[in-house]
């Protein structure tokens, strides 16, 4: 390495530099393309919440318009299916919107915990919508924000540090600059040292010393 010719560090700059150019065109792909997944990441906690928020609020005023028919005496079960099937019908569609956004298979055995006791719970609210017992479903559908607070919090925590193949990347390119920098320096001391050689310091030739006759 140390007697590597000049006319050499020319077209081994270039391929590193060829190297090193490609790599980060790949890592820009990489990260726009995780950057992309983070963003779907957010709209679909975003999302969540509001499926929450819209599916509690159904079961609450189910449970209230119950309570009402009830008080008032109404026969009718004709009557009260109309009346109630809407706010069923919102409550049923974000009931599987909510369904359809879990993984009850995740990877993470936390998230694989937290979301089977959500669904859990929210199949029980269910159950209890179906069998007309609203007051029940009410109870039940009020302990569902404290079941999915942890779960976007997990999420959230999974946005910011951003997705398994964009800190893997990272870290390399990390490693790839510190090793092109070092290269780098390498070459520029070497080609300095091959271009201005240490002088030598020559010794003054000895006299030779005839021996006396």
């Not at 008032?72 to 409550?91: C, F, N, S, W």
């Not at 976007?152 to 910011?160: A, D, G, M, S, T």
Request: glycine letters at 4%.
């Amino acid at each position: 390495m140390e007697n590597l010719p000049p006319q050499l560090l020319i077209p081994i700059g270039a391929v590193t530099a060829a190297l090193i150019a490609g790599f980060f065109s790949f890592l820009n792909l990489v990260v726009a393309k995780e950057h992309k997944v983070s963003e779907f990441r957010q709209a679909w906690i975003d999302k969540l919440r509001d499926e929450l928020c819209r599916y509690v609020a159904s079961i609450r005023y189910l449970s209230r318009l119950n309570q009402v028919w009830i008080q008032e005496g109404h026969p009718d079960p004709l009557k009260h299916h109309e009346i109630m099937r809407p706010t069923v019908d919102v409550a049923s569609q974000a009931y599987s919107a909510m369904v359809l956004r879990i993984n009850p298979e995740d990877k993470d055995k936390t998230m694989k915990k937290l979301n089977a006791d959500f669904l859990a719970t929210l199949n029980m609210v269910r159950d209890h919508v179906d069998e007309g017992k609203y007051d029940d479903a009410r109870k039940v559908a009020g302990t569902l924000t404290a079941k999915l607070q942890p779960i976007l919090k997990l999420e959230w925590e999974r946005v910011k540090k951003g997705e398994l193949v964009y800190r893997f990347t990272r870290g390399a390119a990390f490693l790839i600059i510190v090793v092109a920098l070092i290269l780098g320096a390498w070459f520029a001391y070497y080609n300095y040292t091959y271009s201005n050689p240490p002088e030598r310091v020559q010794e003054p030739a000895k006299q030779l010393i005839r021996p006396t006759p």
